[in-house]
Protein backbone atom coordinates (compact mmCIF):
# COMPACT_ATOMS: atom_id res chain seq x y z
CA UNK A 1 0.00 0.00 0.00
CA UNK A 2 1.34 3.26 -1.38
CA UNK A 3 1.03 6.57 0.01
CA UNK A 4 0.67 9.26 -2.33
CA UNK A 5 2.76 12.64 -2.06
CA UNK A 6 -0.21 14.19 -2.97
CA UNK A 7 -2.01 13.21 -0.14
CA UNK A 8 -4.00 15.61 2.20
CA UNK A 9 -1.76 14.93 5.70
CA UNK A 10 -5.07 16.09 7.63
CA UNK A 11 -8.00 13.84 5.74
CA UNK A 12 -6.34 11.17 3.35
CA UNK A 13 -7.34 12.66 -0.05
CA UNK A 14 -4.99 11.32 -2.37
CA UNK A 15 -5.86 13.44 -5.36
CA UNK A 16 -4.40 17.51 -4.64
CA UNK A 17 -2.76 18.79 -7.59
CA UNK A 18 0.51 18.86 -5.89
CA UNK A 19 1.95 18.20 -2.23
CA UNK A 20 0.90 19.87 0.66
CA UNK A 21 4.63 20.28 1.27
CA UNK A 22 8.03 20.48 -1.46
CA UNK A 23 10.98 19.06 -0.52
CA UNK A 24 12.76 22.35 1.05
CA UNK A 25 9.07 22.54 3.53
CA UNK A 26 8.14 25.25 1.30
CA UNK A 27 4.12 25.58 1.50
CA UNK A 28 1.71 24.37 -2.03
CA UNK A 29 -0.65 26.88 -0.76
CA UNK A 30 -3.59 24.64 -2.46
CA UNK A 31 -7.17 24.04 -0.42
CA UNK A 32 -7.44 20.30 0.04
CA UNK A 33 -11.01 20.38 -1.78
CA UNK A 34 -11.82 17.40 0.74
CA UNK A 35 -11.23 19.00 4.46
CA UNK A 36 -10.55 22.27 3.24
CA UNK A 37 -7.19 22.70 4.72
CA UNK A 38 -4.95 25.37 3.34
CA UNK A 39 -1.38 24.27 2.98
CA UNK A 40 0.60 27.39 4.28
CA UNK A 41 -2.25 29.55 5.95
CA UNK A 42 -4.04 27.14 8.36
CA UNK A 43 -0.69 25.23 9.43
CA UNK A 44 1.88 28.30 9.08
CA UNK A 45 -0.18 31.77 9.59
CA UNK A 46 -2.97 29.80 11.91
CA UNK A 47 -0.65 27.82 13.90
CA UNK A 48 -3.49 24.72 13.03
CA UNK A 49 -1.95 21.41 13.61
CA UNK A 50 -2.72 18.63 11.12
CA UNK A 51 -4.25 16.74 14.11
CA UNK A 52 -6.44 19.48 15.55
CA UNK A 53 -7.70 20.08 12.21
CA UNK A 54 -8.87 16.65 11.24
CA UNK A 55 -10.65 16.73 15.07
CA UNK A 56 -12.19 19.38 14.15
CA UNK A 57 -13.48 18.44 10.43
CA UNK A 58 -14.80 14.63 11.91
CA UNK A 59 -16.35 16.29 15.06
CA UNK A 60 -18.41 18.47 12.27
CA UNK A 61 -19.32 15.96 10.21
CA UNK A 62 -17.05 14.76 7.82
CA UNK A 63 -18.58 16.79 5.03
CA UNK A 64 -17.15 17.46 1.64
CA UNK A 65 -15.70 21.48 1.58
CA UNK A 66 -15.13 22.21 -2.01
CA UNK A 67 -18.07 24.51 -3.95
CA UNK A 68 -15.87 24.33 -6.94
CA UNK A 69 -14.89 20.62 -7.07
CA UNK A 70 -17.47 17.50 -6.26
CA UNK A 71 -16.64 14.71 -4.45
CA UNK A 72 -15.33 11.74 -6.17
CA UNK A 73 -17.71 8.84 -7.06
CA UNK A 74 -18.68 7.00 -4.69
CA UNK A 75 -16.80 9.28 -1.95
CA UNK A 76 -16.78 7.84 1.31
CA UNK A 77 -14.88 9.95 4.89
CA UNK A 78 -14.83 7.00 7.20
CA UNK A 79 -13.38 4.55 4.37
CA UNK A 80 -11.26 7.75 3.30
CA UNK A 81 -10.05 8.00 6.88
CA UNK A 82 -9.54 4.17 7.85
CA UNK A 83 -7.45 4.02 4.76
CA UNK A 84 -5.39 6.78 5.79
CA UNK A 85 -4.87 5.10 8.94
CA UNK A 86 -3.67 2.08 8.03
CA UNK A 87 -1.61 3.71 5.20
CA UNK A 88 0.22 6.02 7.96
CA UNK A 89 0.76 2.66 10.18
CA UNK A 90 2.26 0.57 7.41
CA UNK A 91 4.36 3.70 6.66
CA UNK A 92 5.71 4.12 10.21
CA UNK A 93 6.24 0.41 10.77
CA UNK A 94 7.83 -0.18 7.16
CA UNK A 95 5.68 -3.55 6.88
CA UNK A 96 7.12 -4.72 10.34
CA UNK A 97 4.81 -5.05 13.15
CA UNK A 98 5.68 -2.46 16.12
CA UNK A 99 8.27 -3.83 18.69
CA UNK A 100 7.03 -4.00 22.38
CA UNK A 101 8.81 -3.75 25.43
CA UNK A 102 7.65 -6.26 27.86
CA UNK A 103 8.28 -5.19 31.20
CA UNK A 104 8.83 -8.27 34.24
CA UNK A 105 5.84 -8.21 36.22
CA UNK A 106 6.27 -7.66 40.38
CA UNK A 107 6.45 -10.20 42.52
Known sequence: MKTSANMCPVCGFDQLAEPPRNKTGGASMEICACCGFQFGVTDDDKGVSYDAYRERWIADG?????????APKGWNPQTQLASFALRSTLSRVKGRPPRMALSPQMA
Open 62 to 70: MKWMSSGKK
